[in-house]
């Protein structure tokens, strides 16, 4: 039988999933369609959503080994719940950077959490976690069908504020685990932001590839709509699209654990996969190719989640874990946050597919430069 805390967990990320997956890609449209942003003031959107990312996971994982990592997780799904009620009152891009970078604050705090509280359950982390994803996408699968319905009848306004009430029950699941989390607290240990860099260094090799990772979710996440809604997708069909992405994404993560035990090779295959749904982005915006992308991209992403955190957290104890996946999550949040500000950048300078050649480039190259030295990690 399924432990109980796992179950409020899976539960709580599903509809976390939902809540995200409902407004999320639709955001950048809404900041193109209503506040007429520029594809620059889209990517620093993506990055004010992401920035908090790039650091606060450190702090959080230090928090994690300290405090109760369910109240961690509920204080994050507050923060989320509130701003994207706050969206639905946003005119400019400031008020959407501002609003967006609580956003970021928010997952800074639910995913560690969440994740740690995972990994620390059972003896085998990879399928845990698997699991775990497996609830949150599902539910960011639905959530774009549901956005979209929400859309169509209602707009962009209301979308924000309906989908903030869908939060408030993964609020209430995660509040009940509150209660059921038993952390073991090391006091010999030294917490500092010192020991979170040494953590990082000693898994340079992975954490390169998982910044290439998290860059590309970024650039798929917070650029993606805005720039296939430009080439005449409408936003019914953006939300199809990212619900075909969220159901290869789960089904993939029913067999990721399964590849454990051949990380590098599946890694590499990851990545070069990412590499060509970037190219076909570039050259051929049509709804059954954008749709064979996002098969594409689902099954790298959902591969290598489960698969990198597996090699950043082997072997370590349960009172260590929450450094060890905050720094794991400050380095995907680096790749998070610069993805979709060069990519900003890149589109606004050059055009708008230019940022989906260059990450093809950069993944057909990485793994060649990488797989030597991937077998250290």
């Keep these: 039988m399924m432990n109980k805390l796992l179950l409020l967990i899976f539960f709580a990320a599903l509809f976390v999933g939902i809540a995200y997956g409902s407004h999320a890609p639709l955001v950048p449209v809404f900041a193109r369609e209503e506040i007429n942003a520029t594809y620059l003031e889209i990517g620093a959107i993506g990055m004010a959503n992401y920035f908090p990312y790039m650091f606060m996971p450190a702090l959080v994982g230090i928090l994690l080994d300290k405090f109760n990592r369910g109240l961690i997780m509920s204080i994050g799904i507050a923060i989320s719940a509130s701003s994207i009620f706050l969206l639905s009152l946003s005119n400019t891009v400031i008020d959407v950077m501002i609003i967006r970078s609580f956003a970021g604050l928010a997952h800074a705090f639910f995913w560690p959490a969440a994740t740690s509280i995972v ?23 639905i959530g774009p069908l549901i956005g979209s319905l929400l859309f169509e009848n209602f707009g962009f306004r209301l979308l924000f504020q309906y989908t903030s009430f869908i939060m408030l029950i993964a609020l209430a699941l995660a509040s009940i685990s509150i209660m059921k989390v038993k952390n073991r607290y090391s006091k010999k240990e030294e917490y500092s932001f010192k020991s979170m860099i040494m953590i990082m260094k000693s898994k340079i090799r992975v954490y390169i590839l998982v910044m290439y990772y998290s860059a590309s979710f970024g650039i798929v996440l917070a650029v993606l709509p805005a720039y296939i809604k430009e080439n005449g997708i409408n936003e019914f069909n953006i939300g199809v699209l990212f619900f075909i992405f969220g159901l290869a994404r789960l089904i993939t993560l029913f067999f990721t654990h399964k590849f454990a035990d051949k990380a590098i090779l599946i890694i590499v295959i990851a990545t070069i996969l990412i590499a060509f749904s970037m190219l076909i982005v570039y050259a051929l915006v049509e709804f ?7 098969i594409m991209f689902g099954f790298a992403f959902s591969i290598y989640f489960p698969i990198t955190l597996g ?34 950048v890149l589109a606004d300078i ?10 093809f480039i950069i993944g057909i190259i990485l793994p060649i430069i990488m797989l030597r030295r991937f077998n250290s990690e």
């Design 119 to 141: 990994t620390s359950i059972g003896n085998n982390a990879v399928k845990s976690v698997s699991r775990y994803t497996m609830f949150w996408v599902g539910g960011y699968m």
């Design 288 to 294: 059954n190719l954008i749709a064979f992308a996002l």
């Design 311 to 344: 090699i950043a957290t082997k072997n370590v104890s349960n009172d260590m874990l929450g450094r060890y996946v905050g720094s794991y999550e400050t380095v995907f949040g680096i790749g998070w946050t610069t993805g979709p500000v060069v990519a900003g």
């Design 350 to 359: 050059f055009t708008s597919s230019t940022p989906y050649l260059i990450m």
